[in-house]
């Protein structure tokens, strides 16, 4: 389903104008897209100095990312505010108001990953921080909220399910898979602990809604075929829960170590098995996804798809896979899950550069700022 509005008579005087007047939440997208691919460079198994530069340069253009298009998304309500209630209220658009916490949580991530050569490592644990706790508030008021509109307010006759409803259930899984990088700097105790149950939490609220949802969405898929051609690469947002769930478990699994020690170290080694079994059992689901999705993308590609903000759906979904696959590889320390982490961040690299080269064309061309 495409977002279509009316747009108003224009001419050239007021173009400067109307600048900020279609930028819609999914615009952070582009942000969560950059984001994932500094993030998943910098905890890829393999390692080497040109890498880890450039994944600082990508974090760099992610934070910039973040701040020009938060900024630009804030003179859309200002300036725009009609508008800005118009999109807030259509069924679809309003799912990606899940896109702004999955940003802030991502590029926290990459501050807490390679903010420190550039900040220092206090800054850039502030930094971090600050940015997951934004987020994941920002997040679980999303995944209430929205739903709560779309039960409420929406127009219910012909409804059918859409893989952007998964946007406003995935903030919670970032912030448990981010959190776990966040708790080795949190204070040993009670404090670190509550951190650790948060984020297991928010695993299984995301999770649970998430399949849920899945479940609605694969249903429909069968019964009322692939949606419009615009909107086909929203088919890969299905990965986005996949692969971040199997970050999160295993990051988590891990993590329980520092937590439960002693009498309790047996809980620390339950929670890691449970991230192994789950990643493994998940691992073959997306397995499936993946090949649906690639599948579905080919087959749209041969009906005119043509580039829209939807093609960044390319890439977060399938950078959590890569980091999905770099966790599960380090619990079980294998190096064939290793090597596909390697592989699927090649493929995510190439899909980067592709949808952000076209993006910068687009906003240059004036043709995603003012739409038709």
């Known amino acids: 389903m495409t977002v279509t509005f009316p747009a108003?008579?224009?001419?050239?005087?007021?173009?400067?104008?109307?600048?900020?007047?279609?930028?819609?939440?999914?615009?952070?997208?582009?942000?969560?897209?950059?984001?994932?691919?500094?993030?998943?460079?910098?905890?890829?198994p393999v390692q080497f100095p040109a890498l880890h530069v450039f994944a600082t340069a990508v974090w760099v253009f992610a934070v910039t990312a973040l701040v020009v298009i938060g900024t630009a998304f804030a003179l859309h309500w200002i300036g725009h505010r009609g508008r800005a209630?118009?999109?807030?209220?259509?069924?679809v658009m309003v799912q990606f108001y899940g896109a702004p916490p999955m940003a802030?949580?991502?590029v926290g991530a990459g501050a807490?990953?390679?903010?420190?050569?550039l900040l220092g490592s206090t800054a850039s644990t502030v930094l971090f921080a600050t940015l997951w706790i934004a987020g994941t508030i920002a997040g679980l008021l999303t995944s209430v909220v929205v739903p709560y509109r779309m039960i409420t307010t929406s127009d219910h006759r012909d409804v059918a399910a859409l893989p952007a409803w998964l946007m406003p259930v995935v903030p919670p899984m970032v912030s448990a898979s981010t959190g776990a990088l966040l708790l080795p700097h949190v204070p040993d105790g009670q404090w670190r602990l509550a951190l650790l149950c948060a984020c297991y939490a928010m695993f299984g609220m995301s999770l649970i809604v998430g399949m849920i949802t899945m479940t609605l969405i694969y249903g429909r898929l069968l019964?009322?075929?692939?949606?419009?051609?615009?909107?086909?690469?929203?088919?890969?947002?299905?990965?986005?829960l996949i692969g971040q769930s199997i970050t999160a478990a295993n990051l988590l699994g891990t993590d329980a170590s520092m937590v439960f020690t002693g009498s309790q170290a047996s809980i620390a080694v339950g929670l890691h098995v449970f991230g192994i079994g789950y990643g493994l059992i998940m691992g073959g689901f997306g397995a499936l996804m993946f090949a649906l999705a690639a599948a579905l993308t080919v087959y749209a590609a041969r009906?005119?798809?043509?580039?829209?903000?939807?093609?960044?759906?390319?890439?977060?979904?399938?950078?959590?896979?890569v980091t999905g696959a770099t966790a599960l590889g380090n619990s079980l320390?294998?190096?064939?899950?290793?090597?596909?982490?390697?592989?699927?961040?090649?493929v995510l690299l190439a899909a980067w550069v592709t949808v952000a080269a076209r993006?910068?064309?687009?906003?240059?061309?004036?043709?995603?700022?003012?739409?038709?």
């Open 333 to 346: 320390d294998f190096g064939a899950v290793h090597a596909l982490a390697v592989v699927l961040y090649a």
């Open 223 to 240: 019964h009322g075929g692939l949606p419009p051609v615009d909107a086909a690469p929203t088919v890969w947002i299905t990965l986005g």
């Open 112 to 117: 807490g990953l390679l903010g420190a050569d």
């Open 104 to 106: 802030m949580l991502t």
């Open 85 to 91: 209630v118009e999109y807030a209220r259509h069924p």
């Open 8 to 44: 108003p008579i224009s001419t050239e005087t007021d173009t400067h104008r109307r600048t900020f007047e279609h930028i819609t939440p999914n615009w952070f997208a582009a942000v969560m897209g950059t984001g994932i691919v500094a993030t998943a460079a910098a905890t890829l």
């Open 303 to 321: 009906r005119n798809l043509g580039f829209s903000l939807t093609w960044w759906s390319f890439t977060f979904p399938l950078g959590t896979c």
């Open 359 to 372: 993006t910068v064309r687009g906003v240059l061309r004036g043709s995603l700022l003012h739409p038709n």
